[in-house]
């Protein structure tokens, strides 16, 4: 195998498949690149056997061929080159790097002991443009659990109502719900359970072209991204996915409106304090104003007021300020809606003039 | 599935040996046995890439220790799933938003006078309220199918309250969005009075007949009342007309109601009309059973039938049980059967809390031998007044009823005659204006030989 490239080409694509590279490196062909030279084009791979990203620069080929590297190594290397003309030359078991000034070698194992990341791609799903999607999905992923312990909340449903494509992530505290992501015919069987991690991975993928491909495979319950010269492929989460239309509230006792911005400030200075008592806040809401305030017996107290239209009931709820902070950095819309019932039921967020979004936020009981 | 995980074990712990500890860790681990069929066993392992791994590089190694294992020449085929060994307790846990134990009290709260623990669930059911039970339960499943409307009665303390809020927390639950009214026929009354005087009868009629389930306890107290009677004939049959369930309950059957509209009679039996008789032994035993689990205390079922023996209805046995229970806690907390035949001999004077209205106002007549249907009509001769003001005393002293329930049973007068009424007996017996002897009027025991 030998190539000839601009490293400038791979730069932009190593941070995202650093992702898929095993960190706990039990297996060591896991913490390799897979490199493969064909047809014009060098393809590197990796996986930790949970997902899998595989991207493709167009490179001078001399010869072609595969092996696997160090994906540390060679990425850290090549990260720092500058722009500049690389040539990659495997001899025996080393891989020889050469730049304008450069020589560097590193030690390869076969490409037969790297993993396949998928046999076959599956049935397309949808074809779209990722701009159109970006926002939606980031408005969403983030309210997914963290843990594996319940399998379905850690993921991202992908449910269709009428003809439109929904996406919920719930982690049992909060959820988001963005209806009207895309329009779809028969495409969609049933609900899909799409790893959260997956859909984050998605969103970190750099490439030029805008065209997101999706393909499901049923057979190997496996889902497939394909966004220009890069490939993300991972397995749908089997297990039922709770039923999120119950919860949702049909009603409100109080509806106020706030600028985001605004109340995200607020919130981050409240906790400053919150940070001593697990995170609570209190939202106090009146006529023309919210309240917005933390207290630590032990540290001190605050209270910050923003500007707000408010109509119904005069209320208040207290909540963890991590889900509101998570919520309101990953809006991208400044005019907001709040509506509760109560101090115990959940809040609910809307985006102003849109009921395509909704994210609901489990209070915190507090006493007294 | 304890054979495969056995086998698979066996087949793993050979692969160990052959194969690298960070292989094993990673490919091996989580890898389970799903099937083995003929000579062919199925292993789910968690990812396409775990499979393609197994499959090229180490199909041999786990082949050889799996023929050797099943003693067969076998195939292996691999399917990606994840199996969780982790299995929550009941139903899978997904967090406080989805918490359908705290939701269900907070939603049950949402209906007014529907107490939460009246459920299909803590009913005891026995021959005497079995099909009134099966209906119950069919119409909460089936609102507006099933049996409209679903006609329940029966005495006194047999649990018609019961199966009726049963039903309105039945449907709530399945449904929160379904508008429910649980009211009484006194309630109704009031509405349409309300109505009728601030002359706003629009806020009636929205409030009734927007419902998918209206449900009216003790209906029998609409008797003599024209133009109630109206309003819950047109009620009625707008609710019937758009799908809504309706659940009455009476003391009788609609046939023998006295003074309401034929055609309100007619519609009234036009669905399913069940009765509940008053509880049999067995019944009393395991209500008496039900309650004490309710209450905390443990009571043995021999306990339970010597009290069944004693209260004829759900009310008089939870009024026993009360009374053993204190007894027991003033003495060292066990229920002892000694203790109940103390308790249920001092308690024999006191039945007459569960003694129906109609039953005492007998007893006033058979006292001051007047008729009931002239106590309750509109005379106001003197001989009737006294035995009428006496009867008003005594159903709100013995039976606490609310004035205005007193003024319906007492043909419809209105709630400041009543308590004019209690009044009057109340001083006169102070002064000693009236014999005593009035007080024993609900102990006398009068046989159906007072006509209605």
Redesign the interface.
């Known amino acids: 195998m030998k190539i000839t490239f601009l490293s400038d080409n791979l730069q932009k694509k190593l941070s995202f498949l650093n992702h898929a590279v095993s960190s706990h490196g ?3 062909i ?1 913490s390799n690149f897979l490199l493969e030279v064909k047809k014009g084009k060098l393809t590197i791979s990796a ?1 930790d ?2 997902i ?1 990203i595989s991207s493709s620069i167009p490179v001078n080929v001399d010869q072609e061929g595969s092996t696997t590297v160090p994906a540390k190594n060679f990425s850290d290397l090549l990260s720092n080159v500058g722009n500049q003309k690389v040539t990659l030359f495997l001899e025996g078991n080393t891989l020889k790097l050469t730049g304008e000034k450069i020589k560097a070698s590193f030690q390869t194992t076969p490409p ?2 790297f ?5 076959e791609r599956g049935e397309g799903l949808i074809n779209i443009k990722k701009s159109l999607v970006k926002d939606f999905i980031t408005r969403v992923v983030f309210a997914a ?1 963290q843990d594996s ?5 850690s993921g991202v449903l992908l449910d269709k109502e009428k003809n439109e494509v929904l996406l919920v992530a ?6 988001s719900m963005q209806k009207n992501v895309f329009k779809t015919k028969e495409e969609l069987a049933k609900p899909l359970v799409i790893p959260s991690r997956l859909i984050r991975e998605l969103l970190s993928i750099n490439e030029e072209s805008d065209d997101l491909s999706v393909f499901v495979s049923e057979k ?3 889902i497939l991204f394909s966004q220009g010269e890069t490939t993300l ?3 749908l989460i ?3 996915y ?2 999120y239309q119950k ?1 949702i509230p ?1 009603d409100f006792n109080t509806k106020t409106e706030v600028n985001r911005e605004d109340l995200l400030n607020a919130i981050r200075i409240c906790t400053v304090f919150a940070r001593e008592t697990s995170n609570v806040i209190k939202f106090t809401i009146e006529k023309d104003k919210m309240i917005i305030s933390a207290n630590s017996p032990s540290v001190g107290e605050d209270m910050v007021e923003i500007s707000a239209k408010t109509i119904g009931e005069e209320n208040e709820m207290a909540l963890n300020a991590k889900y509101a902070l998570d919520l309101l950095s990953s809006l991208d819309k400044e005019d907001l809606v709040f509506e509760m019932t109560g101090p ?3 809040g609910v967020f809307k985006i102003k003039e849109d009921n395509s979004f909704l994210h ?1 936020i ?1 209070p915190i009981r507090v006493q007294g | 599935m304890q054979e495969y995980k056995d086998l698979w074990s066996g087949i793993l712990t050979e692969v160990e040996l052959d194969v690298s500890r ?2 094993f ?3 091996f681990k989580r890898t389970r046995l799903v099937s083995l069929e003929g000579d062919v066993l199925t292993i789910a392992a ?5 499979i ?2 197994l499959q ?2 180490f199909y041999d190694i786990i082949k050889k220790s799996a023929d050797k294992h099943t003693k067969k020449n076998t195939k292996l085929i691999f399917v ?3 199996i ?1 060994d ?1 299995v ?1 307790e009941g139903k ?7 918490d359908d134990g705290e ?1 269900t009290k ?1 939603a049950v709260g949402h209906l007014p006078r529907v107490r939460a623990d009246f459920t299909f669930e803590n009913m005891a059911v026995s021959a005497t309220n079995q099909l009134a039970f099966v209906s119950a339960s069919t119409v909460a499943k089936k609102p507006g199918t099933a049996y409209n409307p679903l006609f329940i009665y029966g005495p006194v303390g047999v649990g018609k309250t019961h199966l009726m809020q049963a039903i309105a927390n039945e449907v709530y639950n399945s449904n929160p ?1 379904n508008k429910i009214l649980y009211t009484t026929s006194e309630e109704f009354t009031n509405e349409v009075v309300e109505a009728i005087r601030t002359n706003n009868t629009s806020n009636m009629k929205k409030k009734f007949r927007n419902l998918g389930l209206l449900i009216i306890d003790d209906i029998q107290f609409i008797a003599g009342k024209e133009r109630v009677q109206e309003e819950l004939f047109h009620t009625f049959n707008t609710l019937v007309d758009s799908g809504a369930q309706i659940v009455l309950s009476s003391d009788r059957p609609p046939t023998e109601m006295k003074q309401v509209e034929k055609r309100l009679i007619s519609r009234f039996s036009g669905g399913l009309t069940v009765d509940i008789a008053s509880p049999d032994f067995e019944l009393r035993t395991a209500i008496l059973l039900i309650k004490a689990k309710k209450h905390g205390v443990s009571l043995s079922i021999e306990s339970a039938k010597l009290i069944a023996q004693k209260a004829q209805d759900a009310r008089g046995l939870e009024g026993y049980l009360l009374k053993i229970m204190t007894s027991a806690q003033s003495g060292d907390g066990e229920i002892t059967e000694e203790l109940i035949a103390s308790v249920l001999s001092l308690g024999k004077e006191e039945k007459l809390n569960s003694f129906h209205p109609d039953e005492l106002i007998k007893n006033v007549c058979y006292f001051y031998k007047v008729k009931p249907t002239q106590l309750r009509s509109a005379k106001r001769d003197a001989f009737l007044v006294r035995p009428r003001q006496v009867a008003m005393f005594l159903l709100k002293k013995e039976l606490g009823l609310t004035f205005v329930e007193i003024g319906n049973l007492l043909g419809g007068r209105d709630h400041t005659t009543i308590m004019h009424g209690v009044e009057k007996v109340d001083n006169m017996l102070k002064k000693s204006l009236i014999s005593e002897d009035i007080l024993g009027i609900p102990k006398l025991i009068v046989g159906n030989n007072v006509d209605y």
Request: proline share 11%.
């Open positions: 039990q297996l060591p896991l996986t056997l949970e899998g037969e002991e993993p396949n990341l998928y046999e659990a312990s319940r399998p379905a909340l719930t982690d049992g505290y909060r959820l190997s319950n496996q492929v991972g397995r089997e297990g039922e709770p039923e919860i049909s115990l039921n959940p609901l489990m | 960070a292989n860790l990673t490919l968690p990812s396409t890439m775990i393609d791994l090229r590089r990606p799933k994840t969780v982790i929550v899978e846990k997904h967090g406080p938003l989805f939701r907070v969005e």
